[in-house]
């Protein structure tokens, strides 16, 4: 691990805490505003189903330590989800609170103050089940629901491996969440703690088709964290230049340290979390000016109105109703990007096109779902490149194949990769215990 690259000060310093983390004091005062409920609203709101009043009594009164086992035992990426969940559409969405029209309880923020504190004191966490069993699990992809996956059946005393192509593990959390959400170096000190509990994990292990037919051949079970792949092309003309640059690698540069200098102007093609995630890093980074593009309306974007305004707060600027035809190069660097209005039916407006200078395109609209990895494995259904699970188990119509995440459930939060595998750990653990009964 690049540690002089994760933990860069100057990086630190333009992407300071979103949502800065609470002391002592406001901690106490925060978790002592709860009203303890006992039906628990926000806890049905979260998809790991964090006992919510639990953990934030715990708080009030002075366990710290018991706090964040109780956040752990339901979800063991805690720490980073305290920094990444939209709360505002989950847990603090559901606070009773609202019905007092008074300020919801900052749960995302007091589950942070629980998780450092825990992570700080280097704390442990007690394993399900002290027995050692022969079950041996493939987790493929180092991301949330790999990681939840191979955690779960280690805590329950089993031998699950990570395989993670790139040097380091975390997927999006360590390489895809805007900085100012989420520091890489927060990700992989969960990683080393998932680590600690028995999991082993081999970085640098690109799995292609061959391989993963081996692997199946060598483990009991084989879970499918394969997340969603590389950016969708734009598919116009100018688009392989020189200064084109997708958002999932942009924010990747800068969050490990490979290069993390933005253009004067930029244009950011899409208007989705990454997208804005992308267009507030290029801003923080020095840009002069950032534009994004979008061939829809404000109300039809796919990033959370939070989002939206946290983007308008950078002073990003929004254009709508416009989709970009080519992008201009000159001198094997981009000039421009020429655009045309579209209708409410994306048609084209006849005589409607302009450009737009800049000297860097960030594309975000989505990324491609490619399953070749599965062409050896028979079984296991997909739709549009999403594929098919029991939703209570997590298993494929392959029944040694078991899949959670993003090419699941289509691209949601880390929350949800999280609960998808601890549910197929679960899911397999029972499979296997039937076997030998």
């Not at 600690?196 to 088709?209: K, Q, T």
């Not at 062409?375 to 392959?398: M, P, Y």
């Amino acid at each position: 691990m690049n540690t002089t690259a994760i933990d860069n000060p100057e990086i630190e310093r333009r992407f300071p805490d979103l949502h800065p983390a609470f002391n002592h004091q406001e901690a106490l005062v925060e978790a002592n505003r709860c009203l303890y409920c006992f039906d628990a609203p926000c806890a049905g709101a979260c998809p790991t189903h964090i006992d919510v009043p639990r953990f934030i009594k715990k708080i009030a009164s002075g366990n710290l330590h018991g706090s964040a086992i109780t956040i752990l035992d339901a979800n063991i990426l805690g720490a980073s989800c305290s920094r990444v969940c939209p709360v505002e559409v989950l847990c603090e969405g559901a606070c009773v609170m609202h019905r007092y029209n008074r300020s919801p309880i900052e749960i995302g923020r007091l589950q942070r103050f629980a998780m450092e504190d825990f992570h700080t004191r280097h704390g442990s966490l007690p394993p399900v089940s002290t027995a050692v069993r022969p079950l041996k699990v493939a987790c493929i992809g180092g991301g949330p629901a790999s990681l939840a996956c191979a955690a779960e059946l280690a805590r329950r005393g089993h031998k699950p491996v990570v395989f993670e192509a790139r040097p380091l593990a975390g997927g999006l959390n360590t390489y895809g969440v805007a900085e100012y959400k989420l520091r890489a170096r927060v990700s992989l000190e969960e990683v080393d703690f998932i680590r600690g509990l028995g999991v082993e994990i081999r970085s640098g292990e690109a799995i292609d088709a061959v391989r993963l037919a081996q692997i199946a051949g060598d483990y009991d079970a084989v879970f499918l964290g394969l997340g969603l792949g590389h950016m969708e092309p734009l598919g116009i003309p100018g688009e392989d230049a020189q200064g084109v640059i997708d958002a999932l690698h942009f924010i990747a540069d800068y969050k490990t340290g490979e290069n993390w200098h933005s253009g004067k102007r930029v244009v950011v093609i899409g208007a989705g979390n990454t997208a804005i995630d992308a267009a507030n890093a290029a801003r923080r980074l020095g840009a002069e000016e950032v534009i994004m593009l979008y061939r829809r309306t404000d109300q039809q974007m796919s990033a959370f109105s939070f989002e939206y305004e946290h983007a308008k707060h950078e002073r990003v600027e929004f254009r709508w109703m416009a989709r970009p035809i080519r992008i201009l190069v000159e001198n094997d660097a981009v000039a421009g990007v020429e655009c045309v209005r579209v209708t409410p039916s994306l048609a084209t407006v006849p005589g409607s096109e302009y450009t737009i200078p800049c000297d860097l395109v960030i594309p975000a609209i989505g990324q491609n779902r490619s399953l070749d990895i599965l062409s050896r494995i028979s079984g296991i259904d997909s739709e549009r490149g999403i594929l098919k699970v029991d939703r209570v188990t997590g298993r494929t119509g392959n029944p040694k194949f078991y899949a959670g995440g993003d090419i699941v459930n289509g691209g949601r939060e880390v929350v949800d990769a999280v609960a998808d595998g601890k549910r197929a750990a679960l899911g397999i653990i029972a499979a296997w215990e039937a076997s030998r009964a």
